[in-house]
């Protein structure tokens, strides 16, 4: 079994709608998690971290179920922009530990 | 947010040859960097984590003597591939983190594209 799985997509979605990912680890001493953007042949850039509360940047929602083992990113008002790859990673307490990736979910938004 | 850099963006080279990738942090002193490969349609592969002043540490299926990684300063890493391969070619990133960096995450560079003939 894969550290971090996410279901790899594409999700098709029409502008403003709402879509949501999942993504699983297996990991249950996992202590940080990220939600990552990546567009085509870039890095990945820090979306938002993860929190036990919830938290929320805009249109970007993340949870966290340490019971269940998963973490979420709802967008709402999807735009064409955010037609990209959104990569979930844990990792321990330090930012110098090392973050274990999932694959990535492919989201493309068509007008 | 910290920047860090990648030297070169693009490489291509001939089977056998040697290649060198610098990665550098740019406004913060760098404990740790991480050396990924991310092949087409995959997700980034951790190579090895690499701290300053001591040996890499390399993940299982990564051979230490192919992809020789030094961090000698607080703001440089470099990952040589040794005796390139075709199947080398792949999406390499480094990542940075530190004390110094007011983030709880990792930096990441823009990456190397390597294509070996």
């Known amino acids: 079994r894969k550290e971090v799985e996410q279901d790899p997509g594409p999700f098709n979605v029409p502008e403003g709608a709402t879509v949501a990912f999942n993504c699983t680890y297996s990991?249950?001493?996992?202590?940080?998690f990220f939600w990552y953007r990546q567009d085509c042949r870039k890095e990945p850039k820090l979306l938002m971290s993860v929190y036990s509360s919830g938290n929320e940047d805009g249109r970007f929602t993340a949870q966290l179920n340490r019971a269940s083992q998963y973490i979420s990113l709802l967008i709402r008002d999807s735009k064409l922009s955010d037609s990209a790859t959104y990569l979930c990673a844990v990792s321990g307490v330090w930012n110098t530990d090392k973050l274990i990736f999932g694959t990535g979910t492919r989201l493309q938004v068509f007008p | 947010g910290a920047v860090v850099s990648q030297h070169p963006s693009r490489v291509i080279c001939k089977s056998g040859t040697s290649v060198k990738i610098e990665c550098r942090s740019l406004?913060?002193?760098?404990?740790?960097m991480f050396w990924y490969r991310q092949f087409p349609k995959q997700s980034l592969m951790l190579m090895a984590t690499?701290?300053?002043?001591?040996?890499?540490?390399?993940e299982q299926g990564v051979e230490k003597d192919k992809f020789l990684i030094n961090h000698a300063s607080l703001t440089l890493s470099t990952l040589t591939v040794t005796s390139a391969h075709p199947e080398d070619s792949s999406f390499y990133i480094c990542s940075a983190s530190g004390t110094s960096a007011s983030t709880d995450t990792q930096y990441f560079g823009p990456g190397t594209r390597l294509t070996v003939l």
């Open positions: 406004d913060f002193q760098a404990t740790t």
């Open positions: 990991n249950s001493a996992s202590q940080s």
């Open positions: 690499s701290n300053e002043g001591s040996k890499a540490t390399y």
